[in-house]
């Protein structure tokens, strides 16, 4: 049990997975604009992370490991994902289109979003069992979802601060992500 | 009707290609990244056993077949042979035993007299600052030049190791998986100089 | 525009990730020193490269309607090369560059290219946008990890350069260093785009 806790306080804090780990970040500067695009996206990138994770882990388990397989990890990844991204655009659409229309153009682009080919990667890495594979999934886009909010809440107010107009716009952005980085640097002694 | 054949013969043949091309860089490369990774984690441990050689003992590595695991796969163990003037001079190759935590693997350096030049721990989950402690050459020193012989225990077992105060387990740990190496050495000796 | 223009684009005008604003995730995740840049610059030129060839000669053949899944498979494919070649060949580069050398498939800017000049366009010129975009990329890259390098270790491509009581800022090696640093590039860019556009009149 505490195994797990740790891993929730590790992965959402201490290994924030855009603010220490650099992934995810291409959307992050381009969505964090309005709360609500933000939460939409956070959204999308949960459930998918999370179901990406799990579905790679089952074809690395049964399909590359016992094949020898292993170099072909990333194409099958890849694969994996765009699949999967694709399937659940399709059964949004019929299914819960007042979703689909929510979470936007936002779905398509989780594809190339190096979080979740990241996250994926990174369970195996650690040698995760499934259940902790779809957990660890979890709390790391949780994580990458609370960056968001957080950085959107921020951004919001310095659209109507007065800014030099160099530092305007993906400037100013990344300089708050930075600091944002610098408060959750502080989490970093928490996790032996 | 057609549209959909072409997509579907298009990518297939796609696929194809580069599941060919894949598997041919593969097979190219694969001995070349045996030998790095090889090369990046264990040659520190190989370079602390074993002195006096001229050759690379990783690239001149012998690869044995030594039983079989719970999954009825062959385990594959690497023997390092150091040579001098072509003529081997001692190997070097890996054990493992439980320790306080769990396993502890070292790398052995025997001469082909059965001697023990040099022990190294690779890897270990012991207690910082007290199993952790066996990393040390104040205790791992103490296995140079010693055989396969009742000298080779920790005091409190009758030997001449003297333990790391306060990791008995540890220690004895790390002397179990240097016996175990001795004890498989004149087989191994035999695959490897025949 | 010319073959020539095409690859010097990429060396300014549309310099990846400052003014083609893609391919953030690696920029600031391998630009702690300017070696580790340089060299993740390079095995993103190559996929970038060896991606813009084969899908500019195949881009008569591959169907609209699977043209991603088309490229995907061709990118994934040059990346594996370049792990498999890392691995063989540049062992510590490779354990340096880590996990980010797969996410070179998911490298906005390869499959930016593929999508926006490749397909469209013939080989030659893709040839020199894969070049010149890959080039640019490494130079950001490279000058990214050199200012990092310098400022949070004193060091530049591993040898040591500064003053004898120069005290690192090693915040600069970290997350937070990254991305201030970019963000304060960004804005340096913004402004010397600024000043040319006023020379132009």
């Known amino acids: 049990m505490s195994e797990y806790l740790l891993l929730l306080v590790s992965a959402v804090f201490v290994n924030n997975i855009i603010l220490a780990r650099y992934l995810g970040n291409c959307p992050f500067l381009g969505v964090s604009n309005r709360l609500d695009t933000a939460v939409g996206m956070s959204m999308a990138v949960v459930f998918v992370i999370t179901l990406a994770s799990a579905a790679t882990w089952i074809v690395q388990t049964y399909v590359l490991t016992p094949f020898d397989l292993e170099y072909l990890q990333t194409i099958a990844f890849i694969l994996i994902i765009a699949t999967l991204v694709q399937l659940v655009e399709m059964f949004l659409q019929k299914s819960i289109p007042t979703l689909y229309r929510a979470l936007g153009i936002f779905l398509p682009l989780i594809t190339t979003n190096c979080a979740v080919l990241g996250v994926a990667v990174l369970a195996i890495q650690n040698e995760y069992g499934f259940v902790k594979t779809i957990f660890f999934a979890f709390v790391s886009s949780v994580g990458y979802?609370?960056?968001?909010i957080l950085?959107?809440?921020i951004r919001e107010r310095l659209n109507v601060a007065p800014i030099p107009v160099h530092l305007k716009g993906t400037s100013i952005g990344l300089i708050t992500v930075g600091l944002l980085a610098l408060a959750f640097l502080g989490f970093a002694g928490m996790v032996h | 009707m057609r549209d959909l054949i072409k997509m579907v013969v298009v990518l297939t043949v796609i696929c194809a290609c580069s599941a060919l091309v894949l598997s041919f860089a593969n097979q190219a490369t694969r001995e070349q990244r045996e030998y790095q990774v090889l090369k990046y984690v264990k040659e520190p441990s190989i370079k602390a056993v074993l002195t006096g050689y001229d050759n690379d003992p990783i690239k001149d590595r012998v690869t044995l077949k030594m039983g079989t695991d719970k999954k009825g796969k062959p385990i594959r163990k690497n023997i390092f042979p150091a040579k001098k003037?072509?003529?081997v001079i001692a190997l070097a190759y890996g054990s493992a035993a439980t320790g306080y935590h769990g396993l502890i693997e070292v790398m052995v350096g025997i001469d082909i007299n059965g001697k023990i030049t040099g022990v190294s721990i690779m890897t270990h989950t012991e207690t910082p600052g007290l199993g952790a402690r066996?990393?040390?050459?104040?205790?791992t020193g103490q296995f140079k030049g010693l055989v396969l012989s009742d000298a080779l225990k920790v005091k409190k077992d009758g030997g001449k190791i003297d333990s790391v105060s306060g990791a008995t387990f540890s220690s004895r740990g790390v002397v179990t998986a240097v016996r175990q190496a001795l004890e498989s050495f004149s087989k191994i000796k035999k695959e490897v100089i025949s | 525009m010319s073959v020539a223009r095409e690859f010097t684009k990429g060396l300014w005008d549309e310099i990846p990730p400052f003014r083609l604003v893609l391919g953030l995730c690696p920029t600031l995740a391998v630009t702690t020193a300017a070696q580790n840049g340089m060299g993740m610059?390079?095995?993103?030129?190559?996929v970038l490269l060896g991606s813009n060839v084969l899908i500019s000669l195949l881009r008569n053949v591959i169907p609209k309607k699977v043209r991603i899944a088309a490229y995907i498979v061709v990118i994934a494919s040059f990346v594996v090369i370049v792990e498999l070649s890392m691995q063989a060949y540049f062992y510590?580069?490779?354990k340096v560059l880590g996990i980010f050398i797969p996410l070179i498939v998911v490298n906005c800017i390869i499959l930016g290219r593929a999508e926006a000049f490749a397909s469209k366009n013939k080989l030659?010129?893709?040839i020199a946008d894969g070049l010149g975009i890959g080039l640019g990329f490494t130079l950001s890259l490279t000058f990214l990890g050199a200012v990092r390098?310098?400022?949070g270790a004193g060091t530049l491509f591993g040898r040591y350069v500064m003053w004898e009581s120069f005290e690192p800022l090693s915040i600069m090696v970290k997350a937070p260093g990254a991305f201030v640093c970019l963000g304060l590039i960004l804005c340096l860019m913004n402004w010397i785009g600024a000043m040319q556009k006023r020379r132009q009149g």
């Open chain 3, 124 to 126: 030659l010129p893709s």
């Open chain 2, 85 to 87: 003037g072509g003529k």
């Open chain 1, 151 to 153: 950085l959107t809440g």
């Open chain 3, 41 to 46: 610059g390079l095995a993103t030129t190559f």
């Open chain 3, 149 to 151: 390098e310098l400022i």
């Open chain 2, 134 to 139: 066996v990393v040390e050459p104040a205790f």
């Open chain 3, 92 to 94: 510590p580069l490779y």
């Open chain 1, 145 to 148: 979802g609370l960056a968001l």
